[in-house]
C-alpha cells in the first residue's frame, strides 16, 4: 500500500491511541516543578549576569539537561518532518498534540536552567539559534519508517530522562526528568500500538520498514557551546550509550511487535526478518 492509502486506513487505529493517549497522559504544568524562589534578576534589569560559581547542578545533569532543552526546543524542525507525513484528520490531531508536549518539555528544562543560573544562559541562547537555524532534516522514509523510527526515538529521550533523573544529583531535576520521561513512554506507546496495526495490514512492508530503521536509526546529534559530539558526551556520562540500542531500544519493541513469532510473513517479510535475527532475544 502506499503512504496515501495507509494514511486512511489506519486512522481509525490513530483516533483509538488519540484517545487512549489523552487519557493517560498525566496534564502536568511545567510552572509546578521550577524553584521560583531561587530566582533573581540579571544584570539588563539591575541584578547580577551569570557566573560559573553560581551553578550548583553536577557536570552531567548540565550536560543532560542542556542536550535534552537544545533538542526540545527545535522542535519546529521535528514538527516540520512529522507533519509533511501525517497531514489528515487524526493524524494532524496528533502531530498537534505530540508538539504541544515537546514544547512543554522545552519550557520547563529552560526555565529551570535559566532560573537556577545552572548553565550560561547567554552560551544557551547563541548554541540555541545556531541550533534551530542549521535545523533538522530527516531522512527520506515512507509512513511506516515514520512511525517506527518515532518509536525508537521516545524511546532513546525516555532512557535518557530516566538516566539523568538517576544521575544528576538534584531532586528538582529528577522531578523534571521522570515527568518528561513518562511524556515519552506514552509517545512511544502510540507510534509502537499504530507499527501493531500495520504489521497486521501490510506484515511485509512493515517487516522491511522496521529492518531498514533498526539498521539506519541514529539519535539526532546535538551541538554543544564548545564543539563536543553529545553522543559521546552523554555515552561516557551514562546518560545514553548507542552501543546499548539493541538491547534498550530496539529489542523490547521488536518483542513488543511479536516480530519473531509471527507466521503471516511472505518472502519479502521473511528476508527482512531475518535481517533482525540478531536482534532475537
Not at 489523552?22 to 533573581?40: C, F, M, N, T
Request: hydrophobic share 45%.
Amino acid at each position: 500500500m502506499n503512504d496515501k492509502a495507509l494514511l486512511i486506513a489506519l486512522a481509525p487505529v490513530v483516533e483509538e491511541n488519540l484517545h487512549l493517549h489523552g487519557d493517560a497522559a498525566e496534564g502536568w504544568q511545567p510552572q509546578d516543578l521550577v524553584p521560583w524562589d531561587d530566582g533573581r534578576n540579571f544584570a539588563f534589569l539591575g541584578g547580577e549576569d551569570w557566573a560559573p560559581e553560581q551553578s550548583t547542578l553536577s557536570e552531567i545533569g548540565k550536560l543532560a539537561l542542556t542536550v535534552g532543552v537544545l533538542a526540545a526546543d527545535n522542535m519546529p524542525s521535528y514538527h516540520r518532518e512529522l507533519a509533511k507525513h501525517l497531514r489528515i484528520g487524526p493524524w494532524w490531531r496528533w502531530v498537534g498534540r505530540w508538539t504541544a508536549e515537546e514544547n512543554r518539555h522545552s519550557i520547563v528544562i529552560r526555565d529551570y536552567l535559566v532560573l537556577t543560573r545552572a548553565v550560561d544562559p547567554v552560551a544557551l541562547e547563541r548554541i540555541r539559534m545556531t541550533h534551530m537555524t542549521n535545523n533538522y532534516n530527516a531522512p527520506a522514509m515512507h509512513l511506516i519508517e515514520v512511525l517506527v523510527n518515532a518509536a525508537f526515538e521516545e524511546t532513546a529521550s525516555s532512557i535518557r530522562h530516566r538516566n539523568t533523573a538517576k544521575l544528576a544529583g538534584d531532586p528538582v531535576v529528577a522531578g523534571i526528568c521522570e515527568k518528561i520521561a513518562t511524556d515519552d513512554e506514552l509517545q512511544r506507546d502510540f507510534y509502537a500500538n499504530i507499527v501493531v496495526a500495520a504489521l497486521d495490514l501490510v506484515p511485509d512492508q512493515a517487516m522491511r520498514a522496521i529492518a531498514d530503521r533498526v539498521r539506519g536509526f541514529k539519535v539526532p546529534t546535538i551541538p554543544l557551546a564548545d564543539g563536543r559530539d553529545s553522543t559521546t558526551d552523554l555515552a561516557e556520562a551514562g546518560i545514553y550509550d548507542p552501543a546499548r540500542q539493541d538491547e534498550l531500544v530496539f529489542r523490547p519493541l521488536l518483542e513488543k511487535w511479536n516480530v519473531f513469532e509471527r507466521t503471516d510473513l511472505g518472502v519479502d517479510g521473511e528476508k527482512a526478518r531475518e535481517e533482525l535475527a540478531s536482534l532475537r532475544v
